[in-house]
């Protein structure tokens, strides 16, 4: 609980918030200063930088068409809602404004650049995937509009979509020398969309968003212990920043304080090591798990493939195996402890995605976002059925009220039993892909 007053206190004195242009230099600063005071003998610190793109709407940005027929005088213009009819996609673009733009519908998604024949100097109007989701990413579509020279892009949604489309308009795994998109790309309603397309020819918009889109600069702490075989070493990652809107406690201010307290206690006790241990605070995941792909992106450079600890159920194939035995080390703490758990999947989520895509096994822990909790949850583990498991996510109020003393203690005695079990292992990596240990569903 030390480390996340002191966190606490650094997301207070940085506008609330510990996030890449905010706390989080801090943050990364009373980590390294820690472990450089209480580790050094036992891990060599390290920093790892690396460049993001930073993006934030600073204005709600304005949205309207007029009618305009041949002869007859202009209609009254429409002025569509922000977030009941269009939002900006994030990273959606600089600020820009555009005046009585003609729209051009644009076929097949956009997914090809011959899609967006005669789009130079209109607005590219494009139906969003379909349920099947078998189209290309909105990042090709909105490339290509741009490439053949449009001034900007609006993706409608489809009738079965309610939620405007919400998400990044970049390629996700970006790194530094990577393009951003340099024209505004928004999201429409269903209703909208269509009626743009069924008036293409007589209707002009206007667009004006004002938005801040810079590279910075960010980076990942590290902690590597000097004993142990570097052939089998265990990366114990968490992500150390937080979102813009809030000071990050819970996401993830507990489990960055956990991980730190681990590799303290760790170096206090010179507990021995058979695997090494990479300890690493990353940056940048809220922002597209920046931090960790990078971390993986240089271990590929230079050869390097590691075992890893953070979440476990259902990696991929090859991966099913090392990653299931990861998790039974989790599930052996808590019912050694009868503490009560869920088993939650690996499709998407945090730090452990880039790992897994590189062939190395994860497994971890994790608390709840905004799911919703149901009644059968609240029987088991208390509080209340149909509020979100985590009420303060993302959310200013994700302060240190919001942090559970009893589920700080119990998690972080789960990663403690977990990691020193792996780090004594006498041979970590063949325990993990041991051929004769049959695999179970749990
Ligand atoms: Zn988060």
């Known amino acids: 609980m030390n480390h996340l007053q002191e966190l606490d206190k650094i997301a207070r004195e940085h506008s609330n918030s510990r996030s890449v242009v905010n706390g989080f230099n801090a943050s990364a600063d009373y980590v390294r200063d820690q472990l450089l005071a209480g580790a050094a003998g036992y891990c060599d610190v390290s920093i790892q930088e690396f460049k993001v793109p930073v993006w934030k709407e600073l204005e709600i940005p304005e949205f309207s068409s007029v009618l305009n027929l041949p002869g007859s005088t202009p209609q009254e213009r429409v002025e569509y809602q922000h977030m ?16 009585k733009q003609r729209i051009r519908f644009v076929p097949n998604h956009g997914c ?17 995937r379909g349920e099947d989701g078998l189209q290309c990413d909105y990042w090709i579509a909105a490339r290509n509009a ?5 001034s900007g892009v609006i993706f409608y949604n489809t009738a079965k979509q309610v939620a405007l489309i919400y998400t990044r308009m970049r390629v996700i795994p970006w790194k530094e020398g990577d393009p951003l998109i340099s024209i505004p790309v928004l999201s429409v309603s269903y209703s909208i969309g269509t009626n743009l397309v069924q008036h293409e020819s007589t209707l002009l918009i206007d667009i004006r968003t004002r938005n801040s889109q810079t590279v910075e600069t960010t980076r990942n702490v590290l902690c590597t212990t000097k004993d142990g075989n570097d052939q089998d070493t265990i990366v114990v990652g968490s992500h150390l920043d937080s979102v813009p809107d809030g000071p990050g406690m819970v996401d993830n201010g507990s489990g960055s304080s956990v991980n730190l307290e681990m590799a303290l206690l760790m170096a206090k006790y010179r507990f021995s090591l058979k695997s090494r241990i990479v300890f690493a605070w990353w940056g940048a995941e809220e922002i597209g798990l920046l931090g960790s792909r990078h971390y993986v992106r240089q271990l590929v450079a230079e050869g390097k493939k590691q075992e890893v600890v953070h979440n476990g159920t259902t990696a991929p194939e090859s991966l099913i195996q090392p990653s299931v035995k990861i998790q039974d080390l989790f599930l052996q703490y808590f019912s050694v402890y009868r503490h009560d758990y869920e088993l939650t999947d690996m499709f998407s989520g945090s730090d452990f995605i880039p790992f897994l895509l590189e062939g190395i096994p994860a497994g971890g822990l994790l608390t709840g976002a905004d799911e919703q909790k149901s009644v059968e949850q609240r029987k088991r583990f208390g509080g209340f059925a149909g509020a979100p498991l985590d009420p303060c996510y993302h ?4 302060n240190i009220d919001n942090v559970s003393k009893e589920a700080i203690q119990t998690m972080s005695q789960a990663a403690l039993y977990v990691v020193t079990k792996l780090a004594k292992a006498k041979n970590l990596r063949g325990w993990l892909y041991d051929e004769s240990w049959s695999f179970r569903i749990l």
Not at 112 to 128: F, N, P, R, T, Y
Not at 395 to 398: F, H, N, V
Request: proline share 2%; net charge neutral; with cysteine.
């Open 112 to 128: 090809k650049l011959k899609d967006h024949s005669q789009i130079a100097g209109k607005v590219a109007i494009i139906e969003a």
């Open 84 to 99: 009941n009819d269009f939002r900006v996609f994030q990273d959606g673009g600089p600020s820009t404004t555009l005046r």
């Open 146 to 150: 741009e490439k053949a020279g449009a």
């Open 395 to 398: 959310q200013s109020c994700d």
